[in-house]
């Protein structure tokens, strides 16, 4: 057994819902969008876990609370086998330098008004783990290590002077100066061109390598988990309707969402056709999600039982779940 | 495509955007034809210029881009000379755009109806209000949509509904050419599919050419029945789309197919192209990729290739003195 990392236990969190004042008094019952709505699971030292989903299944707001940046309704999170909530205010602290984050948009992600050198290094001064010259080594080491060369040269660039591409290294560079062993990457690729995500997404796996790293891997794109993903989680509406090998998932889709989505995938090959229609419809609303399976009303399997009862992961082979009794049966 | 008549011709196009520090050579001397019932890939990265060749085409220019030079003959008539009044009786009746996002396309405080009768009386004083809703929920229904929703606004939609109704504007005048400018850039994978499973349906529906603007290959596998692949604002190849992904001659097609991730494929690692697009204040001299190129000869730094045509595909590439 792998040293485990991080540890997600039937996490929930409920956004509260703006609404009218006049409404607000005539109805005492509090609305909420549960955008996390029960979720567990576990990542490994060394693994890079897939979090895939549509807008709106709550990928997001599941990286958000691992790193602590939103607190959790119910459920708890744990790093290294121990609770974050039993961590005090240093220790979280501290525990930021070995959590980061790569955001999607290197453009709003990065100031404009500050040099690549300034936001590298930045983290190092936040956490007081160095200053002056002592930090500039350590942001130009980094910055060498995701390529960008000269690290001397760059150091003193802004952002809109580099590429698309130099602009996510910055991103990636800024998120490993603190030398952290765990990294949620929320869709690091997703407004980068083809060619450079290709470059970003091998940078990446050299770099799990080197820094013998952990990966959350936020996406909304199937293809690219296949280049970089252990396992795969499948969210829908804010649960993980199914959990797995990347391989074993791919291969043997069980839950009907997920062989949904990846049909819905484009293929770059002008021979292939999808053997199956696309559900009508889309996601529903979060505030008001179907009773029993959050997909029954637009999946081709649904029995009535789907529409009562809320599934829960079953196993489904080695190391697969999926919450679907009509299709693990 | 039947008879293969020729309703759109580019030649020559060059498109300049002067900025504070030079001029953005956003086109460089683009030839393209465009075949009645064809849908056109036009594919590359940002900056490759196809959505300003897309612009250029409705004249819809951001200022201060401008056509410095070319043509641009819609059914033996000149776009790019054409003033304002005669640009009205073809940008929108014959030919009509769809562009990325439905939300900042659509104006919040119209509904649905609104829009429709906006568009159709903008092109068509004749039609009554009535006239016009009628034609409006008939499109709807064509688009898979309750013409009961007629009264709604753009912030009751859901994302897919939103694009839905942005191509039914496009198309509720009748045109027979549409140019789409990434639709579905901003939807989630499983609405794409939908999308461009109904603009596929739409094109038959309404005998339509479709020019379909993307930087997603994936997306135009199997819809396009030609692709023209765009590098710094020139093009780089055109081809049957079969014929391309079987067998890319441009290298930057070819380092293209195999940057992109295919689900369908067991391929160990994707292959990475080093380097990034060039500048077109300062355009490389000789080809564009010829930095980037791992087959770079000398020629190609120094001239700009030719375009060699032949067996339905063109190509802009020192390697080839014909088509093999």
């Not at chain 1, 869709?187 to 050299?206: G, H, T, Y």
């Not at chain 2, 293969?4 to 034809?33: C, M, N, W, Y």
């Not at chain 2, 409705?58 to 003033?83: E, H, K, Q």
């Not at chain 2, 080809?287 to 791992?294: D, E, K, M």
């Amino acid at each position: 057994m792998r040293e485990e990392i991080v540890r997600v236990r039937d996490l929930v969190k409920r956004f509260p819902v703006q609404r009218g004042i006049l409404s607000g008094f005539l109805s005492s019952e509090a609305r909420a969008v549960h955008a996390v709505d029960g979720v567990s699971f576990v990542i490994s030292k060394g693994e890079v876990l897939g979090l895939v989903g549509e807008s709106g299944s709550g990928k997001t707001t599941t990286g958000r609370l691992i790193l602590g940046l939103t607190r959790p309704s119910a459920g708890e999170i744990s790093y290294r086998g121990r609770p974050l909530a039993s961590f005090g205010r240093a220790e979280m602290e501290r525990l930021r330098t070995r959590m980061q984050v790569i955001f999607q948009d290197p453009y709003a992600s990065l100031s404009p008004r500050m040099t690549v050198g300034d936001a590298v290094s930045h983290p190092l001064k936040i956490h007081g783990m160095a200053s002056g010259e002592r930090a500039r080594e350590m942001a130009e080491e980094i910055m060498e290590k995701v390529g960008l060369t000269p690290a001397g040269f760059l150091y003193r660039k802004y952002p809109h002077q580099l590429s698309g591409g130099q602009r996510q290294r910055v991103a990636i560079a800024r998120a490993l100066v603190t030398s952290p062993d765990f990294v949620v990457a929320d869709e690091p690729i997703a407004m980068a061109d083809v060619s450079v995500r290709a470059m970003i997404l091998e940078l990446m796996v050299r770099l799990k390598e080197d820094f013998d790293l952990t990966y959350l891997f936020i996406t909304h794109d199937l293809a690219t988990c296949k280049y970089i993903c252990d396992r795969i989680a499948v969210m829908y509406l804010g649960r993980i309707v199914e959990i797995g090998p990347i391989r074993e998932v791919f291969s043997n889709p069980v839950h009907p969402y997920t062989r949904t989505l990846l049909e819905a995938v484009p293929v770059p090959d002008p021979e292939f056709r999808r053997t199956q229609p696309m559900p009508k419809g889309e996601i529903p609303n979060p505030v008001d999600p179907p009773a029993g399976c959050a997909f029954h009303p637009r999946c081709a399997y649904a029995e009535p039982a789907c529409a009562r009862e809320r599934p829960e992961l079953l196993p489904v082979g080695p190391g697969h779940e999926a919450a679907c009794p009509v299709m693990a049966r | 495509m039947g008879a293969g008549e020729t309703i759109l011709s580019i030649k020559g196009l060059h498109v300049e955007f002067p900025i504070s520090i030079g001029t953005v050579k956003a086109l460089q001397g683009v030839d393209l034809d465009i075949v009645k019932g064809e849908v056109m890939g036009l594919v590359g990265e940002s900056g490759c210029g196809k959505s300003t060749l897309g612009f250029s085409i409705v004249r819809l220019l951001r200022p201060p881009g401008r056509i410095t030079s070319g043509r641009i003959d819609y059914r033996g008539r000149n776009v790019a000379g054409m003033d304002e009044k005669e640009l009205l009786r073809i940008r929108g009746r014959r030919i009509a755009m769809v562009f990325q996002d439905p939300l900042t396309s659509l104006n919040p405080l119209f509904s649905i109806g609104q829009h429709f009768v906006e568009t159709i009386r903008t092109h068509d004083r004749a039609v009554t209000k009535s006239r016009a809703l009628e034609m409006a929920g008939d499109m709807l229904e064509s688009l898979g949509i309750s013409r009961q929703r007629l009264g709604e606004y753009p912030h009751q939609m859901s994302g897919g509904m939103r694009q839905r109704i942005m191509i039914g504007l496009a198309l509720v005048m009748r045109p027979e050419l549409l140019i789409a400018d990434e639709p579905t850039t901003a939807l989630d994978v499983i609405v794409e599919a939908q999308f461009l499973d109904l603009l596929e349906e739409l094109r038959g529906r309404f005998d339509l050419t479709v020019i379909l603007i993307t930087h997603n290959l994936g997306n135009v596998a199997q819809l396009a029945h030609r692709i023209t692949v765009m590098y710094g604002g020139t093009i780089v190849e055109v081809a049957p789309a079969g014929d391309l992904f079987r067998r890319p001659l441009h290298p930057y097609t070819e380092g293209l197919l195999a940057s992109i991730p295919n689900i369908r494929l067991d391929r160990p690692r994707l292959v990475t192209m080093p380097g990034s697009p060039p500048d077109l204040v300062d355009p490389p001299a000789g080809c564009v990729f010829h930095p980037r190129c791992p087959r770079a000869m000398d020629v190609c730094r120094r001239e700009r290739p030719p375009s060699v045509s032949g067996d339905g595909r063109t190509v802009s590439c020192w390697l080839y003195k014909e088509v093999p």
